[in-house]
Every structure is written in structure tokens, then in C-alpha cells.
């Protein structure tokens, strides 16, 4: 998509619905996002049913704020179609589609995990809106580290903008494997987040945990390995040391995540000359992480790119960027990371 007009996207695919409006002269003219966290919290997870019934109650009331900001004819309406809950990616495509009817707009339809994988690049768009492309040619070949509650991939963007997928996880994603773990603490959800707060009290090496990294030239993840040692060491746990070592438990878990992810990243920056590397999806939050992350960008003397904050979860602005910044989007590999040239919903 060429032409400099505004893009408005919806993006459902989970717990959270988004609306965000992009201007490719300016940046980002505006972002709304609905979280469901409080909703699901009591359930231990998202429930989609639930998720599906507060989508539906959301994303009118957000279509109409983001129409209302949005300063001029709509060039598109960008939807993420997936991957995602099915019910709550069916609402979100029902309403991109209304919305781009009414506005006599087209229809673009958003893989979710590209959007993950441009998000770093907000930012620099951000900053120089019209020397974007060469700002952004400079930093390609670029390694992306998607992590979130479901997905956990590596990706690489090619000078010709191609995206191909380098890894993914044979099982858990890394905020499963967090979330998972917490639960196992009885420290609640999301765990990422509590994780990350009772270990910035205690010892990353106070347990051993494994990595699940496997052959040195193989870039795939594991995370239910390390979810089930956690599991057996707690079994053979008093309650009352599990509490009193709940920190040194967090710190240890968090950096076998931190550490398996770390490895991956040093091994695929070792193989191929990458100009940047960039970390987003929800455990892009993990402070630990984007440190470890940042040493082995500066080892491999390459910008790091992390998500803004606001851009590491699932937002309707990386939605909006990818489908301006990913044109080229199809790659027919079968890989995952692919934008179908109609929304087949
Ligand atoms: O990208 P996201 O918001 O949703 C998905 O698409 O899954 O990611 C949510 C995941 C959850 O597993 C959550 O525990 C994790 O991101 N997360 C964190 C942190 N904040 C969120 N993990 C570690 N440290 C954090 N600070
Ligand atoms: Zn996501």
C-alpha cells in the first residue's frame, strides 16, 4: 500500500480488543485497547466464550472513537484474521468488513505474528515518518524474537522485506511456560508478570533448571521440559519451603526462560550477517529478558530493537503498521507467517 492515507485496524484475536488508526506521513494518530485481564483473571486463563461476548461488546464503541479521531478519508481498514480464538477473530473480521463496506474502503486482512514481528519498527517510522525506508533497509537482514502466551518464533525479514520463519517451539511458548509455572506457585495470571516481581527477589542460580535447547544448529524451543522439572521439584517440596523459596524458584525459572531464548538468538545471530535484532510479543515486558537480549545484540555489534511498552502485548497498532510496512506479506512456504490474499473467514 502506497498511497499516504490514514489506515484503521481492529485487532481481537485474544483478550484484549484494539482499535488504532495509522497515518504513514506521521506515526500513529491514535490507539485504543479494551484489556479482558480482570475478566479472565478469576478463570486462570481466557476463556474464549467470555472473551468472544466482551469483543462484541467492545468494538463498537471503539470503531466509533478511532472513526472520530481519524482525520480524514480511511485508505484501508486492517484486521488482524489470524492466528487467534476463531469466535474472537470471527468478530473482529465481521466488523473490519462492515466498517470497510460503510467507508467504501478495502479489506486488508493482518497475520497476526507478522504484526508481532514489524512492531520494532514503530519506532523508527516514528521518528523519521519520511526517510522510513532507507532507515529501515539499513537495518535488514533483521532477526525478530516474537515471544507472547502463544507463540514463541523466531523470524527473519529479509532486505527484500520477505519474512521467513526460522524456528518456532516444538511445544509451550515462553509465556505458557511462565504462566504455567506461576500457576504451579500458586502466584495467579498472567505469570509472567509475577514472576518477574517475586524474582527480582531471589537467586537465578539458586535451582537448576533445564533449557530444553537440544542441538546447537537447531534454532527450535522446548518450555515443557522446564515446566515439568518445575513440577517435580515442587512435589518433593514442603509447602512451607516452597513459600519461603518462592523468590530464588521465580528468579531460577525466569532465567531458564531467559537463558533458552538467549542461546537461540546468540545461535541464529552467529549463522547469518542480521543487521538488528528485535524482541516483541507480552514477555518483551520481562525486563531480564530485554537485558540478556540487548548483551547479545551488542555482542553481535547489531541494533536492538525492542517493542515500545505499549506494543509488545497484542495491539491494534501493529496491526495498522504491518499493513502499510508489510506489503509484500505473502510467503507460501506454508510456514505460519502469512497474509492470505482474501481473509478466508
Ligand atoms: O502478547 P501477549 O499479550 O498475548 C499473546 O498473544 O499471548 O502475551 C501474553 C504473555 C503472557 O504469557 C504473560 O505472562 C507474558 O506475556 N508476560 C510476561 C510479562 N508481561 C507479560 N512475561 C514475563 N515478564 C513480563 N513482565
Ligand atoms: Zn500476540
Not at 532507515?135 to 522485506?161: C, K, M, N, W, Y
Not at 527450535?220 to 519461603?244: C, D, H, N, Q, V
Amino acid at each position: 500500500m502506497s498511497a499516504p492515507e490514514l489506515i484503521l485496524a481492529l485487532e481481537s484475536s485474544c483478550d484484549e480488543t484494539a482499535a488504532a488508526v495509522f497515518d504513514p506521513a506521521r506515526g500513529l494518530a491514535g490507539e485504543w485497547i479494551h484489556s479482558q485481564m480482570v475478566l479472565h483473571e478469576r478463570h486462570g486463563g481466557v476463556v474464549p466464550e467470555l472473551a468472544a461476548r466482551e469483543h462484541l461488546r467492545q468494538l463498537g464503541p471503539l470503531i466509533e472513537r478511532a472513526r472520530r479521531a481519524a482525520a480524514g478519508p480511511l485508505g484501508a481498514v486492517a484486521v488482524t484474521y489470524g492466528p487467534g480464538l476463531a469466535p474472537c477473530l470471527a468478530l473482529g473480521v465481521a466488523a473490519a468488513k462492515a466498517l470497510a463496506a460503510a467507508c467504501g474502503a478495502p479489506l486488508v486482512g493482518v497475520n497476526h505474528l507478522r504484526g508481532h514481528v514489524w512492531s520494532p519498527f514503530i519506532p523508527v517510522h516514528a521518528a523519521h515518518p519520511a526517510s522510513f525506508s532507507a532507515r529501515r533497509d539499513a537495518l535488514l537482514p533483521h532477526l525478530a524474537l516474537v515471544v507472547s502466551g502463544g507463540h514463541t518464533l523466531l523470524a527473519q525479514a529479509e532486505p527484500s522485506l520477505k519474512l521467513s520463519l526460522l524456528s518456532t517451539t516444538r511445544d509451550d511458548a515462553a509465556g505458557e511456560a511462565l504462566d504455567k509455572g506461576a500457576k504451579l506457585l500458586g502466584l495467579g495470571y498472567p505469570g509472567g508478570p509475577l514472576v518477574e516481581r517475586s524474582a527480582a527477589g531471589g537467586r537465578p542460580d539458586a535451582f537448576d533448571f533445564p533449557r530444553g535447547i537440544g542441538r546447537k544448529d537447531d534454532l527450535g524451543f522446548s518450555f515443557s521440559g522446564l515446566k515439568t522439572s518445575l513440577r517435580y521439584r515442587l512435589e518433593k517440596m514442603p509447602t512451607s519451603e516452597i513459600e519461603a523459596r518462592t523468590a530464588d524458584l521465580c528468579a531460577s525459572y525466569q532465567e531458564a526462560v531467559v537463558d533458552a531464548l538467549s542461546r537461540k538468538v546468540r545461535a541464529a545471530l552467529a549463522g547469518v550477517r542480521f543487521r538488528s535484532l528485535g524482541l516483541s510479543g507480552g514477555v518483551a515486558n520481562n525486563r531480564r529478558l530485554r537485558e540478556a537480549l540487548a548483551a547479545e545484540a551488542a555482542r553481535a555489534q547489531v541494533p536492538f530493537l525492542p517493542a515500545q511498552p505499549e506494543h509488545t502485548g497484542d495491539n491494534a497498532g501493529m496491526i495498522a503498521f504491518a499493513a502499510w510496512a508489510d506489503p509484500d506479506g505473502v510467503d507460501r512456504r506454508g510456514t505460519g507467517l502469512r497474509i492470505e490474499p482474501s481473509l478466508g473467514l
